[in-house]
Structure formats: C-alpha cells, structure tokens
C-alpha cells in the first residue's frame, strides 16, 4: 500500500526476488512529491522487470485470511476488485516514536509530525534539543547527521546556528536512480517561480550507452536570472551525479564554471556538463553571433598572399 519512496524501493526489491508486487497507489502518480514526467519513467522501468500498479484505487477494506491477506480496493468509477497475497506491506509514512519519553509531563509540544522545535533545533526548553527523523520534514540519514551538527554547536559549543534546509540533496534508490536538490517544477509553480526547463538524456551518454543504462535524464530548472532553482537526475548513479549538484548550488558557483570546466570521458558526468552546454550553445551559435563573426573575419582577408601559399601557387 503506497507508492512512496520506501514503497517503490521495496516494490522492486522483492520483485527481482522473485516475488509477484502489486503496488497500490491512491493517486495517478507514484512519487507524488516528484515531477511526473521523472515518476512516470520509474513506473515504466518497474512494469517492465514485472511490478503491477493500481493506480487511482483507494483500499475499501483488508482482511486477513489465516495464509493470506485480503485487500479490496475501489477504483474512481466506484467498481472494486479484490486482490489476495501472502503479505502486505503499508508504506503509507511515519509516526513519531515519542512513547516512553515523558514529553507530556515536561510540556514539550508535538503532534503526529513530531516534536516541535525552533529553527535553532531547541525544543519549549532552552535545555532540550531535538534532531532528526523525530521531529519530522526531511526524514534522511544524511540530513539527521546535518541536524546533530546544529544541535553540536548551539548545545555544546554555544555557536548560534540555525537549520538550513535550502539545498537538501535526497534520493529514492529504485534502479534507475531518481535524485534531487532545490526546487522542482511542482514546487515552483506551487511558489508562483517563473523557471525554464533544460534536459539532457542518459541516451546521449556513451558511457550510459556502454552499460546499457540509457534509461532517464538529467533536468534542471533555471531562474529569470538564469541561476538554478533545483536538478533532477533520473539514471544510473543519479544519487552520486548529485553531489556535484549539492556544491554547485551550496556554494553559488556560476554555470558558466561548470561550462568550462573539464569533465573525463567518458563518464556518467559528463551529462551534468551537458545539460549546462544546452543553455549556452543557442546564445554561441545564433544568428547575430554568426553574422557578426562574419563580419569580423572578412576584414582581415586570406591568410597567406598568393605567392607564400602552395594551392596559390599551383592556381597561379
């Protein structure tokens, strides 16, 4: 049940284990915080190893059948089906595990969220601090050990800091890959951001095309300003293709360094400094560069006069 991140994950996983999946999903899209057209491909390359969906079918009821269990689903034009399997798995989210931890008695505030916080990571008291899965938004490994930092240095060090969670890198591990950091287009129409959108496919790189992994690309959204607002990459290894992504935005480094810079061949890389070379080759080679061009080169004339050049000569 759900076709989140954990759920498409284990859909695949236990496909290729030989087991039969369905994935039953309420919505039209798995990944639903995702951009459809990248969701889309990771629902097509599941079908194809032989996962099932059902979409846009909410769950009527479950039952439990001593061996098996019983789901009965209902589709959007109210006809239902029941469907039977050995197990089932409900990867519809997290709760807090705040049992036993006495935070009533103490009066420090949370919901089915979790523990509320500051942006200092600081509970109701100025002694108590909370970080990671605990107090919900990003649920990663990486951004828990983000967090801990943070609470390291107000805490211990007494460093005012506060949790920046602008540039958070995440990744749903399915095969292939699907990373991202920033914005995406849901969030940016969401936010009212006037973005472009510039692609490059995996089916482009030879060292993607050398494995057999052409599946998916790479997407990036730009500003007005041309600054990117957030990356998606679709593809094998998309997670470690990101990291270059984390610093390039982290750290403000303009595209035209990404541009000029020297990726190896051939890599999977490459596509990151593809993608980028997609925005300035129109503006390189447009009509008013070419004419321009032209303009310049026919004052300085031949390169050679008639009697320094052999093919001169031999017309001569």
Request: overall charge neutral; some cysteine.
């Amino acid at each position: 049940l759900g076709a989140g991140p954990i759920a498409v994950e284990m859909a695949q996983a236990f496909c290729r284990l030989g087991t039969k999946v369905t994935v039953i999903q309420r919505s039209g899209q798995i990944l639903s915080k995702e951009d459809r057209d990248m969701a889309d491909i990771v629902q097509q390359e599941l079908e194809k190893e032989g996962v099932a969906f059902q979409m846009n079918a909410s769950v009527v009821r479950v039952g439990d059948l001593g061996r098996e269990r019983e789901v009965v689903i209902k589709n959007e034009a109210g006809e239902t089906r029941t469907l039977k399997a050995e197990a089932l798995l409900v990867a519809l989210g997290r709760s807090p595990n705040v049992a036993g931890l006495g935070l009533g008695e103490i009066d420090i505030p949370f919901d089915q969220q979790g523990i509320t916080v500051n942006s200092h990571l600081r509970t109701s008291h100025k002694h108590i601090y909370a970080a990671g899965d605990v107090i919900g938004g990003y649920q990663f490994t990486h951004v828990a050990g983000y967090e801990g930092g943070v609470v390291l240095s107000n805490a211990i060090f007494h460093l005012p800091r506060k949790a920046d969670y602008t540039h958070v890198p995440w990744c749903t591990y399915t095969h292939p890959e699907l990373a991202s950091i920033g914005m995406n287009e849901k969030s940016a129409r969401k936010a009212g951001i006037e973005y472009s959108v510039w692609t490059e496919e995996f089916s482009g790189n030879d060292r993607a095309l050398a494995e057999g992994e052409s599946a998916g690309r790479i997407k990036m959204l730009l500003d007005t300003k041309e600054k990117p607002l957030g990356i998606q990459i679709l593809g094998p290894h998309a997670g470690d293709l990101l990291s270059e992504w984390v610093a390039i935005m982290h750290g403000g480094v303009g595209l035209s360094k990404i541009a000029s810079a020297i990726h190896p061949y051939p890599t999977l890389g490459e596509i990151n400094k593809r993608v980028v070379g997609s925005i300035f080759a129109p503006k390189i080679f447009s009509s008013t560069v070419r004419k321009g061009l032209k303009f310049f080169f026919s004052f300085k004339g031949r390169a050679c006069t008639c009697g320094e050049d052999v093919a001169c000569r031999e017309e001569k």
